[in-house]
């Protein structure tokens, strides 16, 4: 055994390494969507699943890609995108499911975010509010290459369902114009921009505007006809953007 030879410690919640051999990831909070994403690959290699972290490395047009979930909520998902920078990840697309804001977005239509209303609570220990949670130019022209029939719009990611205000807070923001709420989208595009990654987050609405979020949430839980094609459709469109041939530029 050389002595000399410096073995990678794996990141702490992840376990990935530089091992995982690519630059390009595709986050989303639900495990079982690693699941979904593995069976679109060519060749899924499970890799890692150590707490809310489930992690595969397969291919997808010839480009390897990492899936790996984050959880629910920004500190979570902090902390998984932090260590996909540490093996050395510069691009991320989140494909996460959201609520509509607007009574015109249907269920499984996909929202690709343009910007993000920073609505957590640990995205403004990073940096305070007035800097901008944004998405790479370049991934988020890709999108309207795969994806020309997606609402592009401001969304808002939140910390909790429950507050008690949340349908006050939720009219007021729809007002504004916000497309849709998740939890996840602002804190990935603050963390991307102050380390130097390319991001982007693709919705898929599973809950009407005003529509009941149990419902609507165990409608994706269910693998219901509209939101398990806009799953899909997500998935499908983050795949393509990160096998393009204009990454290589
Ligand atoms: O479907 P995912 O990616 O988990 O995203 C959304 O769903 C969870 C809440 O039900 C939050 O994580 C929210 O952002
Ligand atoms: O309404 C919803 C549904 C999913 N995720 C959210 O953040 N909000």
Redesign the pocket.
């Known amino acids: 055994m050389d002595k000399e030879r410096k073995v990678e410690a794996p990141q702490p919640h992840t376990q990935l390494t530089h091992a995982i051999g690519t630059d390009r990831a595709i986050i989303m909070g639900d495990p079982a969507r690693v699941d979904a994403i593995a069976k679109l690959m060519d060749d899924p290699q499970p890799w890692a699943f150590n707490r809310e972290y489930k992690s595969v490395v397969g291919t997808y047009r010839g480009q390897r890609i990492l899936a790996m979930s984050t959880g629910i909520g920004a500190p979570s998902a902090g902390i998984g995108v932090e260590e996909l920078h540490n093996v050395g990840v510069k691009y991320v697309i989140r494909v996460?499911?959201?609520?509509a804001m607007q009574k015109d977005i249907a269920l499984g239509q996909l929202v690709i975010a343009e910007g993000v209303v920073r609505d957590d609570g640990l995205s403004r220990k990073y940096v305070p509010e007035i800097y901008p949670a944004v998405p790479s130019y370049r991934l988020l022209h890709l999108a309207h290459r795969y994806a020309p029939e997606a609402v592009y719009g401001i969304v808002r990611s939140?910390d909790g369902?429950y507050v008690d205000d949340n349908a006050e807070v939720e009219t007021f923001w729809s007002k504004k114009g916000i497309k849709a709420?998740?939890?996840e989208s602002g804190i990935l595009m603050v963390i991307g921009r102050l380390r130097g990654m390319e991001t982007l987050s693709i919705l898929n609405n599973?809950?009407l505007y005003q529509g009941d979020?149990a419902e609507?949430?165990n409608s994706l839980v269910n693998n219901a006809d509209l939101v398990a094609k806009g799953e899909r459709d997500s998935l499908l469109t983050a795949l393509n953007i990160l096998s393009d041939a204009e990454m290589e530029k």
């Open positions: 996460g499911s959201a609520g939140h369902f709420d998740d939890m599973v809950v979020l609507g949430v």
